[in-house]
C-alpha cells in the first residue's frame, strides 16, 4: 500500500512561488488517477483552493500583501511514495474535507 503525497504551492502576485507538499496515509488503497480527477473538480477553475478549508499548511510568505496578492493556493499533483504519512488525518478524511467545502 503506498501513500500519497499531494503537491501544491503559493504563487504572490509577483509569480515568486513556495512549494509545499503532505503525505497522506492511504489505509484504502485510493488510486492517483481517482484521486487527482476528484480534486480538480472541486478546485477554483480547476487550479486553486483555500489550504484552510483543505486543513492544509498555508505557504503564503511572511511578505504576503492582503492588497496585492492572492488568497488561494495552486493545486499541483498528486502521486504516490513510499514515505511515511507526515499528515494528521488520513486521504479518505482529506477527500471528506474536499467533498464538503465544495457543498457549501
Do not use: C
Request: glycine share 4%; aromatic share 16%; proline share 4%.
Amino acid at each position: 500500500m503506498a501513500n500519497i503525497q499531494f503537491n501544491y504551492l503559493y504563487r504572490d502576485a509577483g509569480n515568486y512561488k513556495n512549494f509545499g507538499s503532505v503525505i497522506f496515509a492511504n489505509p484504502s488503497n485510493i488510486g492517483v488517477t481517482e484521486l487527482s480527477g476528484l480534486i480538480q473538480s472541486n478546485l477554483i477553475d480547476q487550479t486553486w483552493f483555500y489550504n484552510h478549508y483543505w486543513h492544509l499548511p498555508d505557504l503564503r510568505p511572511k511578505t504576503f500583501n492582503n492588497h496585492t496578492d492572492p488568497t488561494w493556493h495552486e493545486f499541483e499533483r498528486v502521486g504516490y511514495t513510499d514515505e511515511a504519512a507526515n499528515f494528521k488525518i488520513e486521504l479518505s478524511e482529506f477527500i471528506k474535507l474536499i467533498m464538503r467545502e465544495s457543498r457549501e
